[in-house]
C-alpha cells in the first residue's frame, strides 16, 4: 500500500510551492493536479471549444495526453507531448480554468488518472478535492488556507515576478471569482474534507508552512 497526502485549499495559499518542498524532504511524489485542469483549459482554447459544447468536449478529451514530470525537481507539464508549464499559467487560463474544471466529462477523466498516480508510489497530491473525492482514504489531509486579500496579494507578487502585466484589484477580483465557482460547483466542489487538519496560512511564511505540513506528515507516518 502506498501512502497518500492529500492538500486541498484555495489559490494563493501556497500550496504548490509548500508541497514540492515537503515532496523533496520527506520523499513523495508531487502531483499538482491543478496543472491537469489547467492543460485541459488550454487544449480546449487553443481549439476554440466552449465549456458548453458538450460534443467537442467528449472528442477533445478522449485523445488528451497529460504528463506530470519531475526533472531533478523542475515540474514539468506535458500536453499531447508539448512543454505547456508556462504557458498554463497566464491570467486567461486563470479566467477560464474553473469553468472547465466544474465539468462532469472533464472531471471523470481526470479522478481516475490522478488516482492511478497513488496507487504504485508515496505521493502528496493538491488541488481541490484531494482529501474529499480523489482519496477519500488519504492517510494525511491537510486543508490550507488564508484570508482572500493575502492570497490576491502572493499571487499578485507572483505574477509580477514572473513578469505578468497586472493590477492588485484584477487578481483579487480573479482570485474570488475562480473561488466561487470551485465551492459552489455540483461535483466535487472545494471544502475542507470533514477529517482535514485546518492550516491557516495567513500569518505564516512558507518556511512556517512547511513545517507545520511536514510535523502533521511525520507524526502519522509513524503511527
Ligand atoms: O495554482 P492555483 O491555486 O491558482 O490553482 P490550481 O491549483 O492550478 O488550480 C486551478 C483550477 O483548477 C482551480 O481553480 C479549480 O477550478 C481547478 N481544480 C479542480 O477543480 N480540482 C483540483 N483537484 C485541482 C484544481
Redesign the pocket.
Known sequence: MSFVVAIDG???TG??TVTKIVAEKLNLVNV????M??SVTLKALENNIQPTETEKKKKMLQDISIELKDNNGVKQVLLDGKDVTEKIRTPKI?QN??KF?QIAIVREKMTPLQRKMGETQNIIM?????GTA?FPDADVKIYLDATSEERAKRRYKQNLEKGIKCTYEEVLKSIEE?NK??TTRKIAPLKKAEDAIYVDTTNLSIDEVVEKVCDIIVSKMGE
Open positions: 484555495p489559490a494563493g500550496k504548490g499538482d493536479t491543478g496543472a485542469y489547467r486563470d480554468v474553473s474544471a493538491e488541488g481541490r478535492d484531494i480523489v475562480r465557482i470551485d
